[in-house]
């Protein structure tokens, strides 16, 4: 159920993002059979979404008792260090009112 939940959420938020013109990439992860943990190893704690265009911005998305773990807080830490705004959201709202191009036209305004 929280993996379906995840799943919708993140295809929201890639909609949302292709209609506001944003460039980005979606991390394509993927369920151990075995021992059904989240699996990928070339991205391990890379955000579910990174954008490149206009400007970077990192969303990771986590939905019910989800929390971020040890190698996401480190990707989050160096990303913001190096001024890249990350965004932890668990609705398209949070999405919305964190797009840092509103943010920029709000600080102007």
Avoid at 34 to 41: A, D, E, F, L, T
Avoid at 85 to 103: A, F, G, M, Q
Wanted: hydrophobic letters at 35%; a positive charge; charged letters at 30%.
């Amino acid at each position: 159920m929280r993996r379906q939940r995840h799943r919708e959420l993140q295809e929201a938020v890639e909609q949302y993002l292709t209609m506001k013109g944003w460039k980005f990439m979606a991390v394509s992860n993927y369920r151990c059979f075995k021992c059904g943990q989240v699996q990928n190893s070339k991205a391990k704690g890379w955000p579910d979404i990174f954008c490149y265009f206009p400007v970077p911005w990192a969303i990771e998305i986590k939905v019910g008792k989800d929390k971020l773990r040890v190698e996401q807080i480190e990707i989050l830490t160096l990303m913001e260090e190096a001024g890249i705004p990350y965004c932890v959201v668990s609705d398209i709202d949070t999405v919305i009112e964190n797009e840092p191009l509103k943010k920029m036209e709000r600080k102007h305004e």
